[in-house]
């Protein structure tokens, strides 16, 4: 795929866009704007909510959509929902179960409330901080709640319980549910619909551009769904090797300007 056909880079925002203390730096502000002199349109995806990247609208000047929770929801930049995804009830009440048992904590997200069990759990305040936005502490979910889950999530420090119950979730839940980490300690489980491979398709569809003509950048496992669907994909260079394996381009980490450095040698030349 050459640069000139790429007309859309689809870009992860953790671990990928700002560095590890959420930074967003002036190089890969100064990329962004390169690709918009250069008519090519630059959207976000995340497993973020909306609410969470929309920090990040004005410096980057966005005017593609933002696709929040992995594609649970996309909004246009003025955060007016173009279209969203929801768990099935039964899914999220067996979702919540499933994570509890395996030993992770549960927090739930609608289109427009954080939802969690205990403020003081970990990475609370450290979503918070990266959020912009406080959660809302609940005793349990409701069956209310639970009807308009956009995505849950499983959280915990030990990270080879969130791999364990990404396997477990993915077996069980089968198709579902899409149930990938997002970050070691974050099992994202969301809408079949919503994940990251299904992002670039509606973009393109969005756009009116052809899948081949997006070009994606990320870091995870969850992204690997989107490296498949689109012409280019570059892995940052803190991501795994089972990742950049996946993926046509490597860049250097996100503590180095990897974004700015993807932008200029694979998209812009």
């Known amino acids: 795929m050459s640069a000139k ?16 203390d959420k930074v967003l730096t002036e190089q890969a502000i100064a990329a962004s704007r390169d690709l918009h002199a250069a008519g090519v349109t630059l959207a976000l995806t995340s497993g973020r909510p909306p609410r969470g990247m929309s920090m990040l609208i004005e410096p980057l000047k966005l005017e593609g959509a933002i696709a929040g929770f992995n594609g649970g929801v996309f909004v ?15 899914t999220a009440k067996e979702t ?3 994570i509890l048992d395996q030993g992770l904590d549960a927090w739930l997200y609608t289109e427009k409330d954080w939802l969690i069990r205990d403020a003081k759990a970990p990475h609370v305040a450290r979503e918070t901080w990266t959020v912009k936005f406080d959660a809302k502490v609940v005793k349990e979910f409701s069956d209310e709640q639970l009807a308009d889950a956009v995505k ?16 477990s979730a993915q077996q069980k839940l089968g198709d579902r549910a899409s149930a990938a980490r997002s970050q070691p300690y974050y099992l994202d489980v969301t809408n079949p619909q919503a994940n990251k491979g299904g992002v670039v ?7 009116n551009i052809k899948p081949e003509e997006i070009a994606t950048i990320g870091d995870m496992p969850n992204d690997v ?3 498949k669907k689109s012409g280019m994909s570059i892995a ?8 950049k394996s996946q993926a046509t381009e490597v860049t250097d980490s996100n503590q180095n300007e990897g974004f700015a450095k993807a932008v200029r040698k694979f998209i812009l030349k």
Do not use: W, Y
């Not at 056909?5 to 590890?20: C, E, H, S």
């Not at 940052?236 to 990742?243: L, Q």
């Open 5 to 20: 056909q790429i007309k859309l880079l689809l870009a992860d925002v953790d671990g990928t866009l700002v560095t590890q």
């Open 76 to 90: 246009h930049p003025d955060m007016s929902v173009i279209e969203s995804h929801k768990l099935d009830a039964k």
């Open 96 to 98: 919540i179960r499933l």
């Open 152 to 167: 849950i999530v499983g959280v915990s420090d030990d990270l080879d319980k969130v791999a364990a119950c990404e396997k």
């Open 201 to 207: 398709l509606t973009l393109a569809k969005l756009r």
């Open 225 to 227: 769904l989107m490296f």
């Open 236 to 243: 940052m260079g803190n991501s795994s090797d089972e990742v």
